[in-house]
């Protein structure tokens, strides 16, 4: 087997619409993916006999003229394989999960579609068993697995609806959505909605069950804290009014919106590889401004190897951003932006490394200036498994927000100056690094080459 | 009629849908905590794409994340702070 020309790595739209448009150029194209099956988090696919999530109208049928079009190509479709990084010789690291060894690979360019992440904001009791990312849970529903029991969704986004409206479609809908959020009392922000024609459809099919009163929409609510006893879950909530009111359940899904996956990337990569970036890895502006982003990368990544000008100037995403800026502007926080420091000193921050918001308070409290990489080095903020991608945003929002209460402005550090910017990219098994190397097959081959020299 | 397919989980049969996660196989059981980790935190499913390592469990001895690994028949998965014999 030869190295292919492009790697495209992430199996959602804007990694297989990447692969399908540079494969075109009849340049040799594999696409990655870290699960089993191709879909990303937006048309995750069912487990064998579970009834699939109807999609969204705008988004019907996309996923099967993608498939399709993926399978007419020449594109090698290798799954779970996890992106490690690249190392500093350009040679690009892939786990292979099943065979538990890491892929050395060189091909001519990389094309990273990894998608985004979900931000969730510490609250007290967020780190419990039972506590979900929104995004998580709903992973879970798409793969078949619908949450049971009593469910409560928090934080803010339409994700939360999104969610809600396919929990009541397969028959368990959540006991209330908190929203922080007042997109009913922003009338105008919503009728600008209207120069987006494609999502009224989607609206209508998250706002139906709202207006059913399938579940409670708390607008202009935070949930400020999650506490356990028993098997139930309870969460505390504050209305705009001040009022508190408690809900008993089973599981709590959060969303405080969404993060472009790039965390550890370098800024400058080694040079002799071309790197692209597409979809919401690049800017979160959802599926359909991925699946445009992607084919626009796999073209340029075609041309760019091939010497071609490359001729894209990713102009279609400048819609998608207008109509993400008007979302957040819909949603955003009614009680005002949340400010982390009136959180109880217990609140976990750094969940991996069992950090507390009293920890980072205590050593910020020395004499002397702390930096983010201190922060990182010394306090282990961000020094677990998860590489910070939960946890440093908030640390490093944190140390702002208590040095300007010092009286010292500072905005928050940028995430690459806690240092953290080289691979590997996400925890791999030592085993399976120590078995990196060549493909067998590659191997062969250059075997054979030995002996007819 | 096919055979109900399981795994274990400490020790316990759980059944599975072909396909799935550990993670969502442990959910259909309604096991939602998977024990301690090294730091001593409480494990769990939480983001569901591999990112939060918040569900690290042992497959069959080694450590991964419980909602990225498909689950087999026969596979043995425990926690990890039961994995160090």
Redesign the interface.
Known sequence: MREADIIVVGGGPAGVSAAVEAAKSGLSVVLCE????LGG?IHRQ?????APVAALPSLARRWQSLSAKLSASRVEVRT?R?FVGIDSTGAVLIDD?AA?KVEVRRPRALILAC?A??RVRPRPGW???????A??????LK???V??GRVLLAGSGPLLLALAAQMTAAGNPPVAVVEEGDPVSRPLAATRLLTHPFILPDMAVLMMPVLLRRFLWRRGTRLTEITQSADMLSARLRAPDGREERFEVD?IGLHDGLRA?DFGLTADPPSGLVILRAGDLREVLGAHAAEADGAEAGREAAARLEGRPSCGSRSAMRRHRALQHRLSRIFAPAQGATVLRDCPDETVIC????RTIGHLKEQLAGPDAVSARELRLNGRFGM???QG??CSEWALSLMSELRRSAGVPASPPDFAETGVCRWPL??V?LSSLANAGIYDDTRTERHIEGISA | MTAVRTFFWQGIEVPFRAGESVAAALSGANIHGFGKDNAGSQTRYFCGIGACQCCLVRVDGRTTEACLEPVHAGMIVTALEDGDA
């Open positions: 870290q699960r089993p099956a988090a069912p487990a064998e006999g579970a779970r996890a999960r538990g998608g992440v979900e780190h419990l068993p039972g506590v979900a990312a995004g998580g849970l709903q992973v879970m793969e078949g697995r949450p049971e599981r996956n969940r991996c490394e069992g677990g498994a998860c991608r939960f996400r925890p098994a």
